[in-house]
């Protein structure tokens, strides 16, 4: 299975269950459908097209990380911002963090890889999954992210998102 909309039915949380939660909570935003973007380089070859003229969005790249104690992070950063992954657990005080399996990624997240989004903390947070976003996030219109699935974005306006965080109960951690 692929993280594309079609097997959304075999998510813990269905992209379509989303985004109605999003509606039944006032939450704004615009819905984009697309070919499955696996990489940040399909991202960039569609993301112009998502976007109103003069819109400042946060283009997004998500890591879903392990330490050694086995906690999880996810970590939202401006797409284009270099990562150093050892730097990071040090700054972080987590020691050394790796990339988390496709099946933790689904135990944890409940999504699939090509598919992580901040929108997956709807899940996460009751997985004990702490998350971080790059500050940047502060000064955006609006951020693009998946909504569980990869052949779709959601373009929400920056309030909305972290009302989103606020209504799961997910703790944003500010990456400087």
Not at 50 to 67: H, M, Q, S, T, W
Not at 88 to 96: I, P, V, Y
Not at 145 to 169: K, S, W, Y
């Amino acid at each position: 299975m692929d993280a594309s909309s079609a097997f959304q039915d075999s998510l813990p949380i269905s992209s379509d269950a989303l985004l109605a939660q999003l509606d039944a909570w006032g939450l704004t935003y615009r819905l984009h459908e697309h070919v499955p973007l696996r990489t940040v380089e399909d991202a960039k070859a569609v993301e112009d097209d998502l976007l109103v003229p003069g819109e400042e969005a946060l283009r997004i790249k998500n890591l879903y990380l392990r330490d050694r104690k086995k906690r999880n992070y996810l970590v939202t950063l401006q797409q284009d911002r270099e990562i150093d992954l050892k730097a990071l657990g040090a700054e972080l005080g987590f020691g050394n963090l790796s990339f988390g399996s496709p099946e933790r990624l689904m135990e944890n997240l409940g999504i699939r890889p090509g598919a992580v989004s901040p929108l997956a903390m709807i899940t996460g947070v009751d997985k004990g999954v702490r998350f971080f976003l790059d500050q940047s996030a502060q000064e955006a219109d609006v951020i693009n992210m998946h909504p569980l699935v990869n052949d779709r974005t959601v373009t929400m306006p920056r309030a909305d998102a972290m009302a989103f965080f606020e209504r799961v109960g997910c703790e944003v951690n500010w990456l400087p």
